[in-house]
T-cell receptor
Framework: DSGVTQTPKHLITATGQRVTLRCSPR?????VYWYQQSLDQGLQFLIQ???????AKGNILERFSAQQFPDLHSELNLSSLELGDSALYFC??????????????FGEGSRLTVL | AQSVAQPEDQVNVAEGNPLTVKCTYS??????LFWYVQYPNRGLQFLLK??????LVKGSYGFEAEFNKSQTSFHLKKPSALVSDSALYFC???????????FGKGNQVVVIP
């Protein structure tokens, strides 16, 4: 158990809908990362927050947004969903958020299926 | 920009034989390098990392990796593979001061009994 909690584990929804994925980082970790894993694209970095502030942005679509709350949990919002958004979405956390040597600890992921 | 190449899609090895999973990286400046393992329907688990110093890094479950700066490689090794090592292995790189951790596409390792 990594200590990172993600909910829901599975989510099935229809095209055009909006969903919210939630992540609670390990106790003491200030940094939260979101990744998308799909068969064709591999593991793609979406966005990082550190202590409530956005620190790095990757291949995140404009239809997607995220935030980190004062209690350090994070939410990833996916809207106007398309079939191609079906993927496994991972949250990871680390103590460091400034490009240091700390490893990331991953949650079990949220599997999104868009029908 | 930073990137990782894992040239082989799948590595097949007999149980008890040495296991090697290859990784080369591209980064501006000095790298932090990581290996992760993913079992089916699970999150990624950290195996080991290279920060600085000794080029041979030892990690969890008997795995080790060798950093080679001239070849920009960070190959993962295990002297004697177990069936339970069958999983998806990811190499990742981060340049000093860069928040993003870039992952390779992953290598499926199949250990044959």
């Amino acid at each position: 158990d990594s200590g990172v909690t993600q909910t829901p584990k599975h989510l099935i929804t229809a095209t055009g809908q909006r969903v919210t994925l939630r992540c609670s980082p390990r106790s003491g970790d200030l940094s939260v990362y979101w990744y998308q894993q799909s068969l064709d694209q591999g593991l793609q970095f979406l966005i990082q927050y550190y202590n409530g502030e956005e620190r790095a942005k990757g291949n995140i679509l404009e239809r997607f947004s995220a935030q980190q709350f004062p209690d350090l949990h994070s939410e990833l919002n996916l809207s106007s969903l398309e079939l191609g958004d079906s993927a496994l979405y991972f949250c990871a956390s680390s103590v460091d958020g400034t490009g240091g040597a700390g490893e990331l600890f991953f949650g079990e992921g949220s599997r999104l299926t868009v029908l | 920009a930073q990137s990782v190449a894992q040239p082989e899609d799948q590595v097949n090895v007999a149980e008890g034989n040495p296991l090697t999973v290859k990784c080369t990286y591209s980064v501006s400046g000095n790298p932090y390098l990581f290996w992760y393992v993913q079992y089916p329907n699970r999150g990624l688990q950290f195996l080991l990392k290279y920060i600085t110093g000794d080029n041979l890094v030892k990690g969890s479950y008997g795995f080790e990796a060798e950093f080679n700066k001239s070849q920009t490689s960070f190959h993962l090794k295990k002297p004697s593979a177990l069936v339970s090592d069958s999983a998806l292995y990811f190499c990742a790189v981060r340049a000093y001061g860069n928040n993003r951790l870039a992952f390779g596409k992953g290598n499926q390792v199949v250990v044959i009994p």
